[in-house]
Structures are given as C-alpha cells and as structure tokens.
C-alpha cells in the first residue's frame, strides 16, 4: 500500500487495535462464524453537497464487534472521500448481537460496503422522450413562500448527456434551482444516434397545512435535432474594370453607430448554458481530459463503478429463502470476465455458503453493453441483509 493510503486508512480507524493483552484476535465473519445479526440501524445521513452535485458512490467498512456487540473499531478498506465520514458516524451507532463460541462471547470482523445512491426524480413524460436514469430533484429556493412554474428547454445527446439549458420562462430564484438539477441529470442512451430536444416543466409548490414543498416535473415537446447542412458561400463574381471611375461623392459624416439600450438587450433571448463540448477552432488549445461518464445500471439495486460498462439485463440481488430463514448476512465476492458480446462468466466466488450461490446465479445472468472487444475482468461485491440485498461492481484491480 503507498505511504498515503496507509496514513489515510490509519487516520480512519475508531476505537482499540485488536488483539489487545488478553484478548483473543476477532473471528472473521462468514468463515470462521457466522455474520452477526444487527440489533440497531442508524442510516447514514447524504452529504448535502454530495447530494447538490449529483454524486454517489460505495464506501466499503471494515467492523470489529466486541463482545458486548458493540462496534469495537472501524476502518475504512474502500473510499469514497464524499461519503466516508457520513458512514463512520452512521456505523459507530450500530449494534449487534452478541457471538459465542462454546458459549462464550467473541469479537468478530466483518466487512460492511454502503451504497450512497439518491432515487431518481419522478417526472411525468412524452412518449419518445428518454428514460431519466440519473440526476437530483429541484430544491424549493429558502425563504420562497409562493408557488411558481419554470420552463427550460433541454437537449440531450444519444448517449444521454445534456448539451444545452435554456431557462425560458420563470423567477430567478427558482430557475436558478431547477438549472442546478438539471446539471446533474443524465438520460438512457438513445439508438438513433441524434441529439433530442425538448421542454421541461417545473411546478414549484410551496409547503401548506404541514405538508413540505414539492416540484412537481413534466416533460414534453420531444423534437429531434439534426445537424443542419451549411452551405459554402458563393464567390462575389468580380467588379468589371472602370478606365475613369467617376469622382467621388462629397464624404457625409458616418452616423454614430446606436448604443443597445436595455429592451434591445432583453429581446435577444435567456442565455444558453453548453454542458457538452464546443465547436473546435480552427488550432485548438490543449484542454483537459473530460471527466469519465458514470455507468447506467438497468437492474435494480445494483450499482456500478466508473470503467464498468453499462448493465442492461439481468437478475437483481435478492436474499435467498434459506438464508432469510437462517437469518444469514454478510458479503460476497464474486469474480467475473465479460466478453466482446456483454455476457458474464464466474470465475470464483467468496462468502457466507448460503448467499454465494445466489449471488453466483445472478451475476451469471448479467448482460452488459460492449463497445470493444477485449475482456473484461470485474468484481461483485453483493452486501445481504436481514431482508434486503445490494451490489456494486468494479474493475479488477
């Protein structure tokens, strides 16, 4: 590990290091017992600023429950620097239920990922226009306390990122925080290969009789944009020669060019935001890198890492029967290669034996969109609960 990953581990370690004088080391949950049944959930709070810019992410924990079932210690094996902190308040507050071994209690480890993902806005919208897969609800601007409608009209490429944003109608309060949303949406990529455009409709409604604030969001106006066939000037034809060409009027004094007044300046229309790349000029500068695209997951629960290609079918994590009965939880691992065509094979597969042949028959049934031939080579980390289960995939590192 470099110099700097061992310090920011270390600096991100609560509680005693194990083993201590007379105590014995912890069990490694799912292997030596089994994982532990948590008494006490405290869900981690989103960092707003996280949750402003559209951001998630998986922060991956590594628990030693002592053997009162209290969270002994916790480092952080995976970071997200958004959302580490929000998780080790969260988990420093969890408990579990006391581990015996020949009836006496004992320390466990076990790893604990944590999904930092935000619900998609519900919008109502025309048939044609893509699925919204990513972005952030509009916040009702403070200390606003009328309803209020905003129009903007958005353009989207095929592969679902926003070019434009061109707020037409509404206060500058709210257009300002439904611009801000807008920001963070992505949309399903599009076959066609042709950019969409069309309207977006904000209601902004304030809170009443104890209810909160809501924006309620339409969609419609689907157009397709086309590039448009520029024509190359035609040559001026040239000026036949003039032995004597006559004199010269008498010069009259150049009107003095007017000054734009404020109408003049408002008549051309709300400013255009570009998000997506500008015309290149004849040398273009050296820019930097654009930020890599967040993956689309198509299958619930399941949430992808940047470089995984998209996942456009397959089986969801679910917790299987007998592990439900059992009340059997922890993770598993499962290592897999995806090949030109998108289909996944299992390579090997690590955890709890009750959960690794679920999650196993899930990946198996993973498809995801390639757009080159080389083989991949992924992880699946699947996090089982009492009732509920989630994935996160990454490259293999």
Do not use: C
């Not at 998108?342 to 757009?371: C, D, I, M, N, Y």
């Not at 080579?377 to 990454?394: D, E, I, K, N």
């Amino acid at each position: 590990m470099r110099l700097e990953g061992a310090l920011l581990a270390a600096s991100l370690v609560a509680g005693p290091a194990w083993p201590q004088a007379g105590e014995e080391p912890p069990r490694v949950a799912g292997s030596e017992v089994p994982a532990p049944k948590r008494v006490k959930f405290v869900s981690p709070q989103y960092p707003a600023d996280a949750q402003a810019r559209g951001l998630r992410g998986i922060v991956i924990l590594e628990l030693v429950i002592d053997t009162a079932g209290k969270v002994a210690s916790v480092t952080v094996t995976r970071s997200v620097p958004p959302f580490d902190e929000a998780a080790l308040v969260a988990v420093r507050q969890w408990e579990y239920e006391v581990t015996r071994v020949a009836g006496k209690p004992v320390p466990v480890r076990l790893s604990v990922p944590i999904t930092f993902t935000m619900p998609v806005p519900r919008v109502s919208r025309q048939e044609g226009i893509p699925e919204l897969v990513q972005g952030v609800n509009p916040v009702f601007p403070a200390g606003q306390g009328r309803a209020e409608s905003v129009v903007a009209e958005l353009t989207v490429e095929s592969t679902g990122q926003v070019m434009e944003i061109e707020i037409q109608s509404g206060a500058t309060a709210f257009a300002d925080a439904l611009m801000d949303a807008l920001r963070t949406w992505r949309f399903a990529p599009e076959g066609s290969g042709a950019a969409v455009a069309f309207r977006v409709e904000a209601d902004f409604v304030p809170p009443s009789q104890g209810a909160s604030p809501r924006v309620d969001l339409r969609l419609g106006g689907l157009r397709r944009r086309e590039a448009a066939a520029v024509d190359p000037p035609s040559p001026e034809p040239a000026a036949a020669p003039s032995p004597e060409p006559p004199p010269a009027p008498p010069a009259e004094p150049a009107a003095a060019a007017p000054t734009p007044s404020a109408d003049t300046a408002a008549s051309s229309g709300p400013p255009v935001e570009v998000l997506g790349p500008l015309p290149t000029p004849a040398t273009p500068p050296a820019a930097p890198a654009p930020p890599p695209e967040v993956p689309i997951s198509a299958i619930r629960d399941v949430t992808l890492a940047a470089g995984v290609p998209d996942l456009m079918k397959g089986r969801r994590p679910v917790v299987p029967p007998l592990a439900r009965m059992a009340s059997a939880t922890g993770t598993v691992e499962v290592r897999f290669a995806v090949d030109a065509s998108g289909a996944a094979s299992v390579q090997e597969v690590s955890g709890p034996e009750l959960l690794k042949e679920a999650a196993r028959q899930a990946v198996a049934s993973w498809v995801f969109r390639r757009t080159t031939a080389e083989r991949l080579h992924l992880v699946a980390s699947f996090a089982y609960g009492a009732a509920t289960a989630s994935a996160t995939v990454r490259r293999e590192e």
